[in-house]
């Protein structure tokens, strides 16, 4: 099954794709930074700032982005858990849920979100990259980020290279840790007081 | 305990930070795309491509990335699983363990990174920050992504912008979705081919 | 904050609700090896032998004890994945999808298996102590454990001595323990052939 | 790949294995009553009551067992985290560390107490079968099982009936929903304060 190293390498130019990526993506990333919704993320961080307890969801790829985003929400010392994780209490009427989803429809994430709407009445923050989805459509704060999504056709150079929800999540990543420097400087916290929390059993 | 909304956002210029912050990282990830360790980097996809079963491994906001490049791994067809996670079964001399952490000193990871050294034999690849790190050490792989991590002292403008091991995590999962576009080029891949493997059940 | 630690156990009788917990249990447990719905537990076996792939999906402390399942089947050779998992590929319909839930009702578990029914079309076990749910409803194969579930009313000596599921988790876990015993004997492997496959990576 | 269904359920007359499981089961659980080390418990008691926060350790499927457990504790209004999930923060000295190992021998359980023990202080509580295991020994709290676990050779009528740890982590569930009981005693909780914490996004 062993291949001949060099062969492969040079066969693939592996190396040219990975660049190739980087660079879509940082050009992406300017393009999110020109296309921050304001409003939007003000009444975003006005729900962080003022809801008693924060809950995250999200599945696949986005759940992963959305535990990133948990664990700095508990670094800064907001009460924050994970729907689905096993000390997660009963989400309450004052209560944030912050759901991430690049398509909006992602089963669990939006009967969960339906969920919490209809039988708790919590405010429902959406991260998604679309508008029209149905969790977008439900929620109360909408952030949209403008990255192709999962379901979206793939188009021109990001076909076959960064494929499904990869731009979307990416991009979820870093405006989230974006939101964290913002919440930091609010709080006025520095890393010091981040790192009083982290935990020492990993 | 509401704030007034209007009020925060002026005095914090809510936005700032965030578009400060994604500058930073842009201004990163192309010190990345200049530093890519091709040598060693090919050396890694060698070792993807002819592995019997890949193990990933990493704690806390590695894991997540850990995680996510996981999936992307099953989408693509091989045969990969979560250190830690249910059907995971035992690693065997033939496979390959990578190994996440932007320090390359958490206990957890360095730990069963050994033990799977010294008792099984497989191959081992890093994906660290540090060169000098426990885990770099024992790995035979090492992917070095220069970023800061949460053992280093903060310092110039990431001061207190990119906390902790924020600009290793972004690093990581940028860099691991680009060798995704590379390992996808190799074998032929299309986004269509990873959908097919992608879960309905979310 | 302390309590003086004699006082309280004097006061409590600490040890006398644990006593009557494991009586209430075994009491219990004998119920259950009594009602076992032979025919039922064939036609599981049955599917878990000639499925292609076996998926496991439960919420909960239900989700505890089906990662327990999931585990051994891992152990036995059964090509198995837990649904929410990082690896977990796409069901299709050969596989056969695995539901825990004591009320039958949990809204993830009932919406993900009516969406692998509809979608894929796949065989649906469900394990539940409820024949009338909703999740007892759209099965192929239902194996009903009499117990007490965290939706029913509280009665008799179980009142808060086994609160919400608690006696439906612990049984399921001893059933589906007792069938991998089953298992085991029908595929005639040993305790050392699990062995082989547990995990050194924890 | 289909086989004659009433074939192998005669040839392999299933059900008496499960029947056997059970009747093993119970007895085992019999002699778990007669065994309880009742003046450990009284001081686990104690530590739970006194403790500022509880953190909850555990691997494979001891670490099932441990997660419903830490549920529980939820559920009672007690704080508990699980080490290793997302919004697990930093140990201090008055918290307690219940770590859970049928062998008491797993790396990543024992090398974590360990470092809890030295760096933080903590109390520890250990549940496991093994007086003499690493963990028992750094362990404030020994809380002993007598149950096979998964190091152990085995014998008599439980050989390749109840394989591993399986004995273990049965008795360790239902042990610790006992103190479940006992702690809702103590406490004065019913059935119904649980289910007002009892998650509803599941």
Same mark, same amino acid.
């Given at each position: 099954m062993a291949q001949n190293v060099a062969g492969f390498a040079e066969e693939y130019q592996v190396g040219e794709t990975l660049k190739q990526f980087i660079s879509n993506m940082t050009e992406h990333i300017n393009g999110l930074k020109k296309n921050i919704p304001i409003e939007d993320v003000i009444s975003f961080v006005d729900r962080i700032l003022n809801s008693e307890t924060i809950f995250i969801l999200g599945a696949g790829r986005s759940g992963f982005v959305a535990r990133a985003f948990a664990m700095r929400l508990m670094h800064m010392g907001f009460r924050v858990y994970v729907v689905g994780e096993t000390v997660t209490p009963r989400i309450q009427e004052n209560d944030l849920l912050v759901a991430i989803s =690049? &398509? =909006?429809?992602t089963t669990s994430v939006v009967d969960l979100a339906r969920k919490a709407k209809k039988h708790v009445g919590c405010q429902i923050a959406a991260i998604t990259s +679309? +508008? &029209? &989805?149905k969790l977008a459509r439900l929620a109360d704060i909408k952030i949209i980020l403008k990255s192709r999504d999962k379901k979206a056709q793939p188009k021109g150079k990001d076909k076959d290279i960064a494929p499904l929800g990869t731009m979307f999540e990416i991009s979820a990543l870093i405006f989230l840790d974006g939101l964290v420097a913002e919440l930091m400087k609010i709080k006025n916290l520095s890393e010091e007081d981040l790192r009083k929390k982290h935990s020492v059993l990993e």
């Open positions: =690049g &398509s =909006g429809e +679309r +508008r &029209s &989805s």
